[in-house]
């Protein structure tokens, strides 16, 4: 497996090290001038895109007929993706926290309060993130990954008219009620065993697809 | 009994639109095996499910004594597809560095280097960089640096100049003479599997033709040119096809010895496997 990692994370900086600088800066001067620093949050799905780009280049090259040869397991095949995925979505979660922070000094805000913040907003992102490659992951394993494309965006705006519809619910009953007062008694403590919480069933979900990828993946045909 | 390094047994696989199978098919040890069929008979097929690329959906593989799925088995097979391996930024070291990844202690990364020496290719070179051949010559020094007891190769040596591909003949004639390695090359330039094979596989239509030492094969086939009078004096069986023009008839005959003995002043020279290949063709589309 440790070959596999290599092969797509030296495939990922030969093809990406030049969009990944300019993105980098581009995104950090955007945030500041913009005073927009969620902007910074997107670095995190930038570099789990990079991880899913390493599906198109399999399919570019053929690999996957060549990688059934190799003394590999369609499991640890699909395991490399996967940890791949996290690797550079914590590696992103990174970066975007330090240049929140460095853009925050910039702007002479830099307080603990504020890296608290940078903290809760990096690790939501990173929870909101795994869980689209979640989706993202065995759909491009299925369909291949530019057809995957359209399925994930179709998936997540079903998923965002579901949580649109809860919330008008929500605005319509006694539970948005309920929930705000939840929010607002909840102390700093509870908040972020609450993160932490959110982040973990992210991080389930997205090691149950890797066991859906698995299956596709060992049944597939090349 | 000679050693076999893979045993197809009844193997078939079916899609919507062809069926290959069922296939018998033995790669003894220590030989190599040429395996020719027109565009689409089913040699990358087969040797796709050989190399655990894909399942038979009915029948037995056994690689290197286990099952094509075992990555132990795996592990000792080295495979050069036509068209399928690593993305063309990387250069050969690389290459290289992934490879020893996914065999560890069976990676030999000397051999990888004198591999890439003896081949004359540019170690930090992109493979996009790189020529059809020294591509190819790249595959094969991947295949050969972990010391792989069956190579198998599909179509390695098409689109490469004669001299690229004298060099890997050679080279392919080396390894077998270890007797425990072997080889299975699928190649649409028979006059390659006339120079390095101990026998020739043919298959036609998804079905196994034959399977006969190439020796034999030369041996036994012959192209005979005659007038009609004279190939009706023939047994039926000796003649598998053929071809009538103003000038004659063409036909290829087995039991070449017997042909000769039957019609003494006809002509009748061996037959080549494109020939063969020709013939049988020319028989099914009649």
């Not at chain 1, 030296?10 to 955007?30: G, P, W």
């Not at chain 1, 240049?99 to 809760?120: D, I, K, P």
């Not at chain 2, 047994?9 to 020719?36: H, M, R, W």
Request: glycine content about 8%.
């Amino acid at each position: 497996m440790k070959g596999l990692l290599y092969k797509d994370f030296i495939s990922i900086v030969s093809s990406y090290k030049k969009n990944a600088s300019l993105v980098l800066v581009i995104y950090t001067v955007c945030a500041v001038a913009g005073d927009i620093p969620a902007l910074l949050y997107a670095i995190i799905f930038l570099m789990g895109m990079y991880a899913v780009s390493t599906l198109s280049f399999d399919e570019y090259s053929h690999w996957d007929m060549y990688g059934h040869t190799l003394p590999v397991t369609p499991r640890q095949a699909v395991a490399a993706k996967y940890l791949l995925g996290l690797g550079f979505m914590g590696t992103g979660t990174l970066l975007a926290m330090l240049l929140l922070t460095v853009t925050s000094a910039f702007r002479g805000q830099l307080a603990s309060s504020v890296t608290a913040e940078h903290l809760a907003g990096s690790l939501s992102a990173l929870a909101t993130v795994l869980l689209y490659y979640a989706i993202a992951f065995p759909l491009s394993f299925k369909m291949g990954a530019t057809k995957a494309r359209t399925a994930v965006l179709g998936v997540m705006c079903a998923l965002a008219m579901v949580c649109f519809l809860a919330w008008r619910f929500a605005q319509n009953t006694q539970t948005g009620a309920v929930v705000g007062q939840l929010f607002a008694g909840m102390s700093d403590r509870q908040g972020v065993l609450l993160l932490f919480g959110v982040f973990a069933v992210s991080l389930m979900i997205y090691i149950v697809s890797w066991q859906i990828s698995v299956g596709i993946y060992d049944r597939k045909e090349f | 009994m000679s050693k076999l390094a893979a045993a197809l047994c009844g193997v078939v696989k079916q899609y919507p639109d062809f069926t290959l199978g069922p296939v018998n098919l033995e790669i003894p040890a220590g030989s190599i095996v040429g395996l020719v069929g027109e565009n689409g008979a089913g040699k990358t097929t087969l040797l796709k499910m050989l190399c655990g690329v894909n399942r038979p959906d009915g029948g037995t593989i056994a690689l290197l004594g286990d099952s094509p799925q075992d990555v132990s088995a795996r592990a000792e097979l080295g495979v050069v597809f036509e068209d399928a391996y690593f993305y063309e930024n990387l250069t050969g070291r690389q290459v290289g560095r992934a490879l020893a990844g996914v065999f560890g202690s069976r990676w030999d990364a000397a051999a990888f280097d004198s591999y890439l020496h003896r081949f004359s290719l540019p170690r930090d070179k992109r493979m996009k960089e790189l020529s059809r051949g020294m591509r190819m010559k790249l595959s094969l020094a991947g295949a050969l640096a972990h010391h792989p007891a069956l190579l198998v190769l599909d179509e390695a040596t098409s689109g490469l100049d004669p001299v690229v591909r004298g060099e890997l003949l050679d080279l392919f004639l080396d390894f077998i003479q270890d007797e425990n390695h072997s080889i299975l090359m699928s190649s649409h330039i028979t006059a390659d599997l006339e120079q390095a094979a101990d026998s020739i596989a043919y298959l036609h239509h998804g079905k196994l033709l034959f399977h006969e030492n190439k020796d034999d094969l030369m041996q036994e086939y012959g192209i005979l040119r005659c007038g009609e009078a004279d190939l009706q004096r023939l047994a039926e069986n000796c003649v598998i096809h053929t071809r009538r023009t103003a000038f004659g008839c063409e036909s290829l005959v087995k039991g070449r010895a017997a042909v000769a003995a039957a019609l003494p002043g006809a002509v009748l020279d061996p037959a080549k496997i494109d020939d063969i290949m020709r013939f049988y063709s020319g028989r099914d589309t009649q």
